[in-house]
């Protein structure tokens, strides 16, 4: 079956230390999204990337990098210089049509302890 | 002003019932519309996709744009117990494929009471 898997569910991470999560499609999909979700504040985007070993700056990506080596897959690193991490991440795809919806994983959730 | 705005509810129905949760928005240049349903802890699922106005319906669901007010819809029929979840409007610009970003409203939490 397509989708995108996004691993692990739970992380938690503690204080100073980097991580990174995983996200990988087996859609084909041109375009790779990263949101992060907090309540009340809805989806925002943190990085995207439209095709391979090219990407860009969301509305919050301070404290975070990623990379897109692949077509399949595209990290998140969460660094220590992101103060507030706690929160639910979500990454999504997008195949490169014109303006295609975008289809999600099940999330990660990232907690510092 | 946010580009798109949407009441973050709760909103709260007896079983049966039919549910209209909405967002407006003031970008007139919207041309792509989308619905999303998401259960607690879980990614968003697509549920209606539209392009500018007009109706759209599958089984319960009727997703209804209104470009002249800038307003869509999302309308569920007999609404069950396992309609309940958060609803999420999304909308983007004609043009320029996926290099146009989705615009995201925040969410209407809906219960829906057996």
């Known amino acids: 079956d397509g989708g995108i898997t996004q691993s692990p569910k739970y992380l938690f991470r503690k204080e100073g230390q980097n991580v990174t999560l995983s996200c990988e499609q087996n859609?084909?999909?041109?375009?790779m999204y990263w949101y992060r979700q907090d309540p009340g504040q809805g989806l925002r985007l943190i990085y995207y990337s439209q095709i391979v070993n090219d990407f860009q700056k969301g509305d919050i990506a301070e404290g975070y990098s990623v990379s897109r080596e692949k077509k399949e897959s595209f990290p998140l690193t969460v660094t220590s210089a992101q103060k507030n991490p706690t929160a639910f991440y979500l990454c999504a795809s997008r195949a490169g049509r014109v303006n295609t919806e975008a289809f999600f994983g099940q999330g990660t959730r990232l907690t510092v302890v | 002003q946010k580009e798109v705005e949407q009441d973050p509810g709760p909103l709260s129905v007896p079983e049966g019932a039919i549910v209209s949760l909405n967002c407006t928005y003031s970008n007139s240049a919207f041309q792509y519309f989308m619905w999303y349903r998401q259960y607690s802890r879980k990614g968003p699922e697509l549920l209606m996709y539209?392009?500018s106005s007009g109706n759209k319906e599958d089984g319960r669901f009727t997703a209804q744009v209104d470009k002249s007010s800038k307003y869509i819809s999302l309308f569920i029929r007999d609404s069950q117990p396992s309609d309940s979840a958060t609803y999420l409007c999304a909308m983007t610009y004609a043009g320029a494929g996926n290099n146009r970003k989705l615009i995201w409203g925040l969410g209407t939490s809906l219960a829906v009471n057996p």
């Open positions: 539209t392009y």
């Open positions: 859609l084909n999909h041109d375009a």
